[in-house]
């Protein structure tokens, strides 16, 4: 399948020095409670359901998380969080998510990232950003049925509505922030209009302050939800 073939492509890609050597590093290095582990160290595909009309869109791979197991909020904080939460409003089989191959679907969503390696201090530069947006574009391009945008973080905000520029005006978009919710020109082309959602990050810097609690973040996802089933 053409989306199976595009992954196979994506965790190839070597195009940005830095974000290739800090993957490989981390990946070489270790964290001592993984030692026994083969990180992946690669970039990391998107993960859920092809027919999904929610997309979920992170920032980057956690260094031992996705950087570590391959799958996309896998094996770290941020993900047990954001997977309990899928699996609470029925989006994904099981409430965690440890490894590729533990069984694990999502039904109706699909999650992405607008940088594929992970980065320093979990930051992309915008050159970073700007060299890994054609592999969104062709992943979300092999996504038909997506209309649904939920950001994770003002970056994800940033990378939908700048693919949602290329087909239209964006400046009625509400600016960023947890609850922000708006229509935009379809992030995918083809010149209809799909929804944007925006969230705080699901990562542990948020959820351990209590900046973004659980109730907050099912109450954002619910809304989204409630739009892309529609
Ligand atoms: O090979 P496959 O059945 O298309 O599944 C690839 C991959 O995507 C697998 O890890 C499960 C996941 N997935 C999903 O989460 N939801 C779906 O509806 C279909 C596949
Ligand atoms: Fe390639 Fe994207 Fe990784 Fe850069 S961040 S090396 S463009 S996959």
Redesign the pocket.
Known sequence: RSLELLQEA?VE????DR??AW?EEVARVKRRAYRDETYWGR?IPGFGDPDATLILMGL?PAAHGGNRTGRMFTGDRSGDFLYAALHRAGVASQPTSVRRGDGLTLTGAFIVAP???A?PENK?TPA?LA??R??LEAELALLDRAHTYLALGKTGYDAVLTLAKKHGDVSGAPAFAHGARGEIPDPRGGGGRAWLFGSYHVSQQNTQTGRLTAAMFDEVLGAALERARR
Request: some cysteine; proline content about 20%; glycine content about 0%.
């Open positions: 994506l890609c070597r195009r940005c974000l290739v993957r970039p980057a940088c594929r390696c980065p992309p970073e060299a890994c054609p592999w």
